[in-house]
Nanobody, 117 residues
């Protein structure tokens, strides 16, 4: 069972930047897609960005132009660079992965991002 562990969350002022990392306990070549989701208090979990094994990226509208998702197959990791952070970006951010075989989904435990002055 591959586990996903997020890191890099924290408190940042509006306009600031953070980079979230997702480390997998095994090879991420098992995953056809990796991504980041977020859940703010009282709201449903929502997609932030995804990246395929071939490097094709997809961003939700709030992330477009400000966030950048990447994956490093050699390091078995994925990252989310977030720039121009806004208070509405405050949420728990989750790493997500979907296996090639069977479409099994994996989730990390989440990392808190708080944007506040």
């Amino acid at each position: 069972q591959v586990q996903l562990v997020e890191s890099g969350g924290g408190l940042v002022q509006p306009g600031g930047s953070l980079t979230l990392s997702c480390a997998a306990s095994g090879s991420i070549l098992l995953f056809k897609t990796m991504g980041w989701y977020r859940q703010a208090p009282g709201k449903q979990r929502e997609l932030v960005a995804t990246i395929t094994s071939g490097g094709v990226t997809n961003y939700a509208d709030p992330a477009q132009g400000r966030f950048h998702i990447s994956r490093d197959n050699a390091k078995n990791s994925a990252s989310l660079q977030m720039n121009g952070l806004k208070p509405e970006d405050t949420a728990v951010y989750y790493c997500h992965a979907v296996r090639w075989v069977g479409g099994t989904e994996h989730w990390g435990q989440g990392t808190q991002v708080t944007v506040s002055s």
